[in-house]
């Protein structure tokens, strides 16, 4: 080999001991791949009890007396109520289905009166409870669940009215217990695996036939809620 060569192996020599450390340094084409992560999921299952806060949009009376010509004292309106609501949550992989009741008091209520030329006439109505008990379907997608709920709806009401003539007076009360269903869905959000936030639509419509008069309420509400899952 002549000396003027030499100097060329060098550099050559350099560069194939980088490539070589460069390469060592480089992943295997068949070395094994990280396993991924998975978080766990978020598990509904189980019992929980909460309380919620209701808004009442709107409210109105049903059966005979909106039908006939003293429609213009059917109770109607809005309102507000509490409620205290419990149940137990089955999980079937990305499915949650249970039963769930709950049992609202607030004030809802409402007083109509007309005056003509024969006197004066009152109708006035409280709801004094309502109640249900119903089933929930929901899917779940980790900690939020989004859900539809249907079942029986229980009301206690007590509607009184009164006629005021210039000979003639008269006044009625009674208390009523209205049954009829309820349905409605929402989303709820685990905060925790104990905390629980809900807001809920609800649809509830409820009558009662007594003495071949037919009396009932139809209700509306949004309710938002906080339940422990034990």
Request: proline share 5%; charged share 15%; hydrophobic share 35%.
């Given at each position: 080999?002549?000396?003027?060569?030499?100097?060329?192996?060098?550099?050559?020599?350099?560069?194939?001991?980088?490539?070589?450390?460069?390469?060592?340094?480089?992943?295997?084409?068949?070395?094994?791949?990280?396993?991924?992560?998975?978080?766990?999921?978020?598990?509904?299952?189980?019992?929980?009890?909460?309380?919620?806060?209701?808004?009442?949009?709107?409210?109105?009376?049903?059966?005979?007396?909106?039908?006939?010509?003293?429609?213009?004292?059917?109770?109607?309106?809005?309102?507000?109520?509490?409620?205290?609501?419990?149940?137990?949550?089955?999980?079937?992989?990305?499915?949650?289905?249970?039963?769930?009741?709950?049992?609202?008091?607030?004030?809802?209520?409402?007083?109509?009166?007309?005056?003509?030329?024969?006197?004066?006439?009152?109708?006035?109505?409280?709801?004094?409870?309502?109640?249900?008990?119903?089933?929930?379907?929901?899917?779940?997608?980790?900690?939020?669940?989004?859900?539809?709920?249907?079942?029986?709806?229980?009301?206690?009401?007590?509607?009184?009215?009164?006629?005021?003539?210039?000979?003639?007076?008269?006044?009625?009360?009674?208390?009523?217990?209205?049954?009829?269903?309820?349905?409605?869905?929402?989303l709820e959000y685990g905060i925790n695996k104990n905390l629980i936030a809900?807001?809920?639509?609800?649809?509830?419509?409820?009558?009662?036939?007594?003495?071949?008069?037919?009396?009932?309420?139809?209700?509306?509400?949004?309710?938002?809620?906080?339940?422990?899952?034990?």
């Open positions: 080999m002549s000396y003027t060569s030499r100097p060329l192996l060098a550099p050559a020599a350099i560069l194939i001991l980088a490539g070589q450390a460069i390469a060592a340094d480089l992943p295997s084409k068949y070395s094994t791949p990280a396993t991924p992560y998975n978080a766990p999921q978020y598990d509904w299952s189980g019992f929980y009890a909460g309380a919620a806060a209701d808004y009442v949009p709107g409210f109105k009376g049903t059966g005979d007396l909106s039908k006939s010509a003293a429609s213009m004292l059917n109770p109607k309106g809005q309102g507000y109520q509490g409620t205290l609501y419990a149940g137990y949550n089955y999980k079937l992989g990305s499915f949650v289905v249970g039963p769930e009741a709950d049992l609202s008091i607030g004030k809802v209520s409402d007083s109509r009166s007309y005056t003509d030329l024969a006197g004066t006439y009152k109708v006035k109505l409280n709801q004094e409870a309502s109640g249900s008990l119903r089933a929930r379907f929901g899917y779940a997608f980790n900690n939020i669940l989004v859900f539809a709920t249907s079942g029986l709806a229980i009301i206690q009401t007590k509607l009184s009215a009164s006629i005021a003539m210039p000979a003639y007076s008269d006044h009625a009360s009674g208390e009523r217990t209205l049954y009829g269903y309820a349905l409605g869905g929402g809900r807001t809920e639509y609800r649809y509830t419509q409820a009558e009662k036939s007594t003495n071949g008069s037919k009396f009932g309420l139809n209700e509306q509400e949004v309710r938002a809620g906080l339940a422990y899952k034990f």
